[in-house]
């Protein structure tokens, strides 16, 4: 009997007071995941339906009959891509919409009807991109211009420009991207750039235009690198006379 010791048993209150801790803690827990989750929503949550970036379709059997009519319902980071066709009608570009053609240089643009300004006009314009477009004049209506750009950071690459009169012209103080461009045949400028702009013009083909391929006035410093000028006119800086 001197071996057999009488073990206590616990009181009532240490158990439940154990038991009520541990719930505590299990709800504090659930209420740190629950307000982590809440602040890194935005990362897992996907974005709406409604603001993913589309593609809007333009030709003879898609949705939109005019690239006009589509570039109206374009939001930023959509994609317009068109059909191999004429199209005569002005483009103008949008706020962070890119404009290409479905197969490269297979959408013509020509001057709309009963105009001869730009077929293609960007005015403040930041953040779009116009790619592998034909820019084709007719003889019977010159385009004034094949590409205009004012105050406008947009990307003009892999196009051809044909026939017009200027073949890209920019204005202001933004700094356009013109790449990869075919400009040819034109009865002006292939490029002019006027005003304290800084575009960067690279590995471009300007060809046998009856103006200067490149000329620069008040102010403008373009950047070039890899651009081949060939058989166009010679134009002197006002300095030298002849």
């Known amino acids: ?11 009532a ?3 439940a007071r154990t038991w009520a801790s541990r719930v505590a803690l299990f709800l504090a827990g659930l209420l740190v995941a629950a307000a982590a989750a809440w602040l890194s929503r935005g990362l897992w949550t996907p974005r709406p339906l409604e603001n993913q970036p589309r593609v809007l379709a333009v030709g003879n059997a898609a949705p939109f009959g005019s690239i006009a009519a589509a570039l109206a319902q374009a939001r930023p980071g959509d994609t317009v891509e068109v059909e191999g066709g004429e199209y005569r009608e002005q483009v103008r570009m949008k706020d962070g919409v890119t404009l290409r053609s479905k197969v490269p ?11 001869a300004g730009p077929a293609v006009v960007a005015e403040g314009v930041h ?16 385009h004034s211009a094949g590409i205009v750009l004012t105050d406008s950071d947009v990307a003009v690459e892999n196009n051809q420009v044909a026939g017009t009169g200027v073949g890209i012209e920019v204005h202001g103080t933004a700094n356009p991207v013109i790449g990869g461009n075919a400009i040819h045949d034109c009865t002006a400028e292939g490029i002019l750039i006027l005003g304290p702009s800084a575009p960067w013009v690279w590995h471009n083909s300007i060809q046998r235009n009856k103006g200067a391929e490149l000329a620069a006035r008040d102010g403008a410093r373009p950047a070039l690198a890899g651009n081949v000028f060939e058989k166009n006119a010679i134009e002197l800086p006002p300095e030298i006379s002849m």
């Open 127 to 142: 953040g779009a991109r116009l790619e592998g477009f034909s820019i084709l004049a007719e003889a019977q209506m010159l």
């Open 105 to 115: 240089l297979e959408a013509i643009l020509r001057a709309a009807p009963m105009s």
């Open 13 to 15: 209150g240490s158990s």
């Open 1 to 11: 009997d001197r071996f057999t010791a009488t073990v206590a048993a616990p009181a």
